[in-house]
């Protein structure tokens, strides 16, 4: 059975996203009001995508209209393009246009001039994008504007719009543990989950500050054992299919995310992928942290969130370290890259 969408701002305050993840199929997130100034931002914006992208919740974002002209809606579509940018959206971005005190009362003819304006302007980057607005609006200021996905607010057991739309807003006084008191429900039609497909892809998640890269704990010279190598010194995916798996550091670029040149060209490593003799002295059900800046035992790079929670080991061998929390898997990591607490 279809769970509902839900809307949310930061009225709703800081949401835990953990729990609210089991009770929805998505989230529209306000990503600002009005004009592209940093003050009219969302001030739970960046969390809630953070949080939605973390845990895999499908997620759009909305903006709240305060546009007057069609140039002024321009201006609110760089609002959203700037906030979304670095940020893959799996559902629509919606321009929400409803009545204000500093708008006013302006002729449907305007209206679509506005609506035109913001959406062609999200369309031109290959953005997939709809409106938002109450059943008043849908039949009297919005009734020309037919080129995009509808999303109907009308509180009610039932909805009475004649015309197609994905989205319907049934009320405002929803219960969603983790959320607010009060939180808007929707529920949602056909494709709605995959319409936007990948149109509303603007890059990827935005990274974290690049740390410092760690103190290099070997030399050139030195032979080492590895359990993985690199194409390159800056290549990010490790061949882990290798025949070789001894050599000796020929060269070394300290900041390089692969500083270490394994026989001359052979391939390049990290400490992470390099095999110590030490024995570890954890044993499973110890409780660990991972340390600052290690990688998974393949020398794949963990999410942030690892470092900062602590993990159950859950099997040993050799120097591999299988990590869990609640008996789900987490991650395989070298021994050495992990602090016993």
Known sequence: MAKPIIDVSEHNGAINWETVKTQVDGAIIRCGYGGNIVSQDDKQYLRNVRECTRLGIPFGVYLFSYARSAAEAK??????????KGWNLSLPIYYDLEYSSYVGDMPASLYSQIATAFCERIEAVGGYVGIYANLDYWNNKLMNVNAYSRWLAQWGAAPTFDKKFMLWQYTSDGKINGSSARTDLNRYYGNFLTMAGKQNHFGGTTPDPKPEP??????????????????????????????????????IIAKARNPYLINNGTGWVNDAVIITDQPTTLKVYDLVRVKPNAKDYDGNSLAPFVYQTVYEVMEITGDRVVIGKDNQVTAAVAANNL???
């Open 214 to 251: 760690p103190e290099l704990k070997h030399k050139v010279g030195e032979e080492v054992r590895f359990r993985a190598l690199y194409r390159s010194s800056d290549s990010i995916v490790p061949i882990t299919d290798i025949a070789v798996h001894k050599g000796t550091i020929t060269k």
């Open 339 to 341: 602090i016993k607490v």
């Open 75 to 84: 201006n609110e579509a760089e609002h959203v393009l700037r906030l979304v």
